[in-house]
């Protein structure tokens, strides 16, 4: 009754849904789902009609179709670009070119919700605000303006009536998301119900600003005091859920920059390439905090040479074992050890998989890049190569290493458009080989395998009490798990519950049968009508019987 509520509910969202896929031509998509069938039954025309030019290529059509259905298709478009593993080449280089910009709200509709969560009208905050927005995407706003005290910041404004549109749509994500499991096998191997709780994780993250103002905090205690990278501070005291306040930064996006004719006295392009390859492998080497969005539109060019990092609604995290395996990798690769290579492969993409095909697959891999100094080395190409790997083994990349290698593959194309002779390897070795020096070190080597003992030790009291305890009370049991011999025992239990069928069915036919010779009672046919009833019924039960031997034995 609740799925029926709720989808009554998004009746018409999910007619606008079906309207988009099909006028993108993805209306084979659109009744494998049961979408056409849910709003037929509603009363809903479905005009299967209209499709655009389909002669664009598939991929192209989802992107076109994603954007134009909003902020939470895009989001979910934005995930899949970052997940090769899964998506050949063509479908993740389509769906990275997915914005979420959205039209302009105008701002006497912002100044009303601001004055809500700043609880005192505007003007008593701020001395001015710009009502032109800087930047409008689909779940904010961000408008320049000037504090009582002089200070220039920024204001990012949720948009209006944004989270009742994201938790619709997130309800049909997830109701369409089970119908492909069950109904669309060709997309079964994405997961679909693993995407959408990855991309309601993500988008409640980003609707609440409170979540980026404590990003932006942990960023800027991590920089050190020599950082050539600037993160602006907030306001805590006008942090709210819908609101953050931030400091301005002066200067064009990277996308800006590189269109601009360049002149004497602005920064190298080189030397930017740098300070952000240094800035980025910093954050996923040393802090295990990183930006998982620095496109361009997120890169500011500073007027004194430096760079500033801007939206921090998405954040990725790696924990201490995650980066020594990504280290453990680029190690294999350089020492051309294909067993190291497939632990690290097998521990990231979990699930069944032939060992002696990972291990073959491997083996080509580590053969293509092995002895290939650092400056040959194409890391876009190299990290491409490896979640090909996976796609073609049925692993999947856990979600913090594709959005790790999403960032690396960003950062190489950012850094080849600054500087044609950028080699993202060259940059990372040496956080690399830092990382490896300090996780090989006899210390550190000590201290992890003394938390792991004192970890044994602090649970083992308790797991010997429990199984002393277990065997006192003879409630001991070991499960043994024997696909053969529980479908032995199935067929086995089949064939006795038959055989008394078969039993008891011959013992009622020959006491029917009997029956049937003493006169007397009501009378069917000219036979005792009780016992011709009972006759005929046991009859019918060993025809079937028979026949589901017979069926049995076929298969």
């Keep these: 009754m609740f799925a029926f509520l709720s989808t009554a509910r998004d009746l018409g969202r999910m007619h606008e849904i079906a309207r988009v896929l099909i006028r993108h031509g993805l209306g084979d998509l659109v009744g494998r789902l049961g979408i056409a069938g849910v709003l037929q039954r509603a009363g809903r025309a479905v005009r299967w009609k209209g499709s655009l030019d389909l002669v664009q290529p598939p991929e192209a059509r989802v992107r076109q179709a994603l954007e134009e259905l909003g902020p939470t298709f895009v989001k979910l478009g934005q995930i899949l670009a970052g997940r090769s593993d899964l998506l050949p080449r063509e479908w993740t280089d389509e769906l990275s070119k997915l914005h979420a910009h959205a039209a302009a709200v105008p701002f006497d509709e912002l100044r009303v919700q601001l004055a809500e969560d700043l609880d005192r009208d505007p003007d008593a905050e701020f001395a001015r605000i710009d009502p032109e927005p800087l930047a409008a995407a689909s779940i904010a706003q961000v408008h320049r303006a000037t504090t009582r005290d002089g200070r220039e910041v920024v204001l990012k404004m949720r948009r209006p009536g944004i989270r009742a549109v994201v938790d619709a749509d997130l309800r049909l994500c997830a109701s369409l998301a089970r119908q492909a499991e069950q109904r669309v096998p060709e997309l079964r191997g994405l997961r679909p119900e693993a995407f959408v709780r990855e991309l309601s994780r993500s988008l409640r993250s980003e609707l609440d600003l409170r979540i980026e103002a404590k990003n932006l905090e942990r960023m800027r205690a991590n920089l050190p005091p020599d950082s050539r990278l600037s993160i602006p501070a907030h306001d805590a005291r006008l942090a709210s859920e819908r609101l953050l306040v931030m400091d301005y930064l002066p200067g064009p996006d990277l996308g800006s920059w590189l269109r601009l004719p360049r002149a004497d006295a602005d920064p190298d392009p080189r030397e930017l390439a740098a300070i952000g390859a240094e800035a980025v492998l910093r954050m996923v080497f040393v802090d295990g905090l990183f930006h998982a969005d620095p496109h361009p539109g997120n890169v500011l060019v500073l007027p004194d040479g430096r760079l500033g990092l801007i939206d921090f609604g998405m954040v990725g995290s790696l924990s201490d074992e995650r980066r020594r395996e990504f280290v453990r990798l680029l190690h294999a690769v350089a020492r051309r050890d294909v067993d190291e290579a497939v632990d690290v492969l097998s521990d990231w993409g979990g699930g069944d998989v032939d060992p002696d095909l990972l291990r073959a697959d491997c083996g080509a891999f580590v053969d293509r890049y092995h002895g290939l100094p650092l400056s040959r080395i194409d890391a876009a190409e190299m990290l491409h190569d490896v979640t ?168």
């Excluded at 593959?409 to 940059?427: K, M, N, Q, W, Y």
């Excluded at 798990?481 to 032995?488: E, I, N, Q, V």
């Design 388 to 555: 090909a790997l996976l796609r073609e083994n049925g692993l999947f990349l856990p979600p913090d290493v594709a959005m790790l290698i999403k960032v690396f593959l960003t950062l190489d194309s950012l850094g080849r458009r600054l500087d044609p002779e950028f080699v993202t390897a060259i940059h990372v070795e040496p956080f690399a080989e830092r990382v490896f020096a300090h996780e090989r070190s006899p210390l550190v080597v000590a201290r992890r395998g003394a938390r792991g003992l004192a970890a044994v030790l602090a649970t083992l009291p308790r797991d010997l009490s429990r199984l002393s305890s277990r065997l006192r009370r003879g409630r001991l049991a070991i499960d043994v798990d024997t696909p053969r011999l529980d479908a032995f025992g199935h067929t086995l239990e089949r064939s006795a519950n038959r055989l008394t069928i078969g039993v008891v069915t011959a013992a009622l036919i020959v006491g029917t049968s009997i029956a049937l010779t003493v006169p007397g009672g009501p009378q069917l046919f000219g036979q005792p009508a009780f016992a011709l009833i009972g006759f005929l019924s046991s009859l019918a039960t060993g025809l079937w019987l028979i026949v589901a031997v017979m069926r049995t034995q076929r298969d």
